[in-house]
């Protein structure tokens, strides 16, 4: 019998600010999201050039993962393998889409590029965070109305209970213009080091995903 699962930390980023585990441990006045990225990732001491040529879901998901995990030694306790990243919002890379669009629809002001190109599909996202951490594990990314506590419960037990993963981080990652919001779980079993900070379940996350 499989051991029940445990969320070992999370990450929440909206409304210019960043909670991890409860805590604030960073915030800005207003502005817009672009420039709360750069904020955020000079504050967290992050060096990894590329965030910059990055669209804005994926520097948003490369935060919170990065800031989730760079204390709880996951990569130390874990094969890259055994770690599954899976991720959801309601608007795919719509986000960056629309800035791609911009350089194609003038016919007399054609400029396609490619660096926009590459981030228009949402699983890029998985991809730079994998990069990152060296994560090799199962990664997929999930189209909803909104966050779904329950199909992502439904997700990360499969994962789970099916052998394919000792850890997850999961959870919610969007972008639309400058309404954005990232909410991210850490997940291993409850047999793992530590007690975590709650058990694994549609009301435990939907709890902390309101606690916003």
């Known amino acids: 019998m499989k051991s029940a699962l445990k969320i070992s930390g999370y990450c929440l980023i909206r409304k210019n600010r960043v909670v991890l585990d409860g805590r604030v441990l960073f915030e800005t006045g207003p502005m817009d999201f672009s420039s709360f990225a750069a904020e955020a990732y000079l504050h967290f001491n992050t060096c990894y050039p590329k965030f910059h040529k990055m669209d804005n879901l994926s520097k948003l998901g490369f935060l919170a993962s990065d800031i989730l995990i760079r204390d709880k030694k996951i990569t130390e306790s874990f094969k890259g393998r055994e770690i ?8 795919s890379s719509l986000d960056t889409d629309k800035t791609y669009q911009q350089t194609i629809t003038d016919r007399n002001n054609y400029f396609p590029s490619p660096a926009v190109f590459v981030y228009t599909l949402p699983n890029v996202v998985i991809g730079e965070i994998c990069i990152r951490h060296k994560i090799y594990g199962e990664g997929n990314f999930f189209i909803t109305e909104k966050f779904d506590a329950i199909l992502l419960d439904h997700i990360v037990n499969h994962l789970f209970n099916d052998g394919l993963a000792l ?3 999961a959870g919610w990652t969007e972008v639309n213009g400058e309404n954005y919001e990232s909410a991210l779980f850490l997940i291993e079993e409850s047999s793992g080091t530590g007690s975590g900070i709650a058990n694994f379940g549609p009301a435990e996350t939907e709890s902390i995903y309101q606690g916003i």
């Not at 599954?84 to 608007?91: C, F, P, V």
């Open 84 to 91: 599954a990243i899976m991720l959801m919002n309601s608007s």
């Open 167 to 169: 850890c997850c981080i």
